[in-house]
């Protein structure tokens, strides 16, 4: 039977209603959303190399996912860490502080007592502010049971509490690190007891998985997740899915893998509908590349790599995308540095500062490019050890090396097997980093008030932070 010209009017008039209301919901909802803490995406690598992914570099091995994630955020070509060793960088992210505060120098061992828990981490300070909060990969700032990542602000977590070469297949010392099990933990339990290859093969793929869970189970509510990935430290080790899928050897599958990683995660953000109140930082390294490994090492453009105090060691990309607050498909050469992530975070997220010291700064207008933004610091000093060994400007146009030895590689390894360091020194130096990024020419003569300056600016770190 025909629809009366009534029936139409009423019908048409119930669809208008209909869209109207569902688009308002759209609205509320929407704006609900975007008035909720953002959420907050933390990746870091272990030993990565500057130019380990394409934007940064041009490895022969593809990483489409990494690639995507710069198109979709900005990408930061002098972000810093103020200690090109395991333990000390990790504490600095992860507490805003400067390894001569917490006292957290180079890479503590098995059983090590790690960070004091007087210095708050980044996942107390959320978890505090009603973040749900997630810790997957490899820990490393302390292996009692006060110091590991379940009793240090994180609700959910899994991985290893400290390097995974520290196991009795070390290439060099298995006597030594076989007293000690390389332990896989799930929430504060060892589920792996001692960990063998084919447990390290599947690192990557567990902490992703986890990682992916985990979001899909607090989508509801602001969350923090924090994946330190175990790789590309050696030893270097995939899953199948991706054993001899580069080409050009185990690193670039292991790479490949990891940039898999990152676009699960990324995915996984936007699938549940987050990406717009989603803070997602990816950071290439805790410091540059272990270089004696040679073919099991990255390639960093910088002078030397890990355990130094040159650019190879404490420069590697950064990535930050937050949509509607940072440009898209944009790079910046602003210098910043892992402490002022604690503190930047806690800026956008209404987080209360810790109440111990904070050394780094909220440096949100860097990041978003704000007209007439300076860097707060008047340096960023970096260590080797417990040795201080210099500053750099806030700025990054100057870097100055104090009088100090350091490792350099003499013959590279291959298959597993280090290669030989052998010792250098380097005098006082002075190097302009916008004209010579790569630390050749001393210029301390060249620019004497510059020199003088930074020499100021490093006897009074070194008088407040080392003089015992």
Request: proline letters at 7%; one cysteine or more; hydrophobic letters at 30%.
């Given at each position: 039977m025909p629809i009366s010209t009534k029936k139409r009017s009423i019908l048409s008039l119930f669809c208008v209603l209909s869209f109207l209301l569902l688009a308002s919901l759209k609205?509320?909802?929407?704006?609900?959303?975007?008035?909720?803490?953002?959420?907050?995406?933390?990746?870091f690598l272990d030993d990565g190399a500057f130019d380990d992914f394409a934007p940064f570099?041009?490895?022969?091995?593809?990483?489409p996912h990494v690639e995507t994630l710069a198109n979709e955020g900005r990408s930061f070509y002098n972000f810093y860490v103020p200690q090109a060793i395991c333990s000390a960088s990790r504490a600095a992210l992860l507490t805003g502080c400067y390894p001569g505060r917490t006292k957290m120098?180079?890479?503590?061992?098995?059983?090590?007592?790690g960070l004091d828990p007087k210095?708050?981490?980044?996942?107390?300070?959320?978890?505090?502010?009603?973040?749900?909060?997630?810790?997957?990969?490899?820990?490393?700032?302390?292996?009692?049971?006060?110091?590991?990542?379940?009793n240090r602000g994180f609700d959910e977590t899994?991985?290893?509490?400290?390097?995974?070469?520290?196991?009795?297949?070390?290439?060099?010392?298995?006597?030594?690190?076989?007293?000690?099990?390389?332990?896989?933990?799930?929430?504060?339990?060892?589920?792996?007891?001692?960990?063998?290859?084919?447990?390290?093969?599947?690192?990557?793929?567990?902490?992703?998985?986890?990682?992916?869970d985990f979001i899909k189970n607090n989508k509801d509510e602001p969350f923090f997740v924090y994946v330190p990935h175990s790789m590309p430290h050696a030893p270097i080790f995939c899953s199948d899915k991706f054993e001899g899928k580069s080409g050009t050897g185990l690193y670039g599958d292991v790479m490949m893998e990891i940039d898999w990683s990152v676009g699960q995660i990324h995915q996984t953000i936007k699938d549940q509908g987050l990406e717009d109140n989603t803070l997602f930082i990816f950071i290439a390294s805790d410091n540059g590349p272990w270089l004696s490994y040679g073919d099991h090492a990255g390639i960093t453009r910088f002078r030397e790599g890990k355990g130094t105090t040159f650019d190879g060691g404490l420069r590697n990309p950064c990535i930050i995308k937050y949509p509607g607050n940072i440009d898209s498909n944009t790079i910046s050469h602003h210098a910043f540095s892992s402490i002022d992530v604690l503190p930047t975070v806690c800026h956008l997220t209404g987080t209360?500062?810790?109440e111990n010291t904070v050394d780094g700064k909220n440096v949100w207008n860097l990041l978003t490019h704000e007209d007439g933004a300076e860097n707060p610091h008047a340096y960023y000093p970096f260590t080797n050890g417990k040795e201080f060994q210099g500053i750099i400007s806030g700025d990054g146009k100057w870097k100055l090396h104090l009088p100090?030895?350091?490792?350099?590689?003499?013959?590279?390894?291959?298959?597993?097997?280090?290669?030989?360091?052998?010792q250098a020194k380097i005098d006082t130096a002075l190097f302009d980093m916008v004209h010579d990024p790569y630390e050749k020419s001393n210029a301390l003569a060249i620019y004497p008030d510059v020199a003088q300056q930074m020499v100021k600016y490093a006897e009074k770190h070194k008088e407040a932070f080392f003089s015992e």
């Open positions: 609205i509320v909802n929407e704006n609900n959303h975007k008035a909720q803490k953002p959420n907050v995406v933390l990746i570099g041009t490895p022969r091995y593809p990483t120098f180079g890479a503590h061992g098995p059983k090590a007592r210095f708050a981490t980044l996942g107390e300070v959320l978890q505090q502010n009603g973040y749900k909060t997630a810790a997957f990969g490899k820990w490393h700032i302390g292996d009692q049971e006060e110091t590991r990542p379940h899994c991985g290893l509490m400290y390097s995974n070469d520290m196991w009795l297949h070390h290439p060099e010392n298995p006597e030594y690190w076989g007293q000690w099990p390389l332990q896989y933990w799930e929430n504060g339990e060892v589920t792996i007891d001692t960990v063998q290859i084919e447990d390290q093969k599947m690192l990557t793929t567990w902490y992703t998985e986890q990682a992916v209360e500062l810790p100090h030895q350091y490792r350099t590689v003499a013959k590279g390894g291959k298959d597993g097997m280090p290669g030989k360091y052998v």
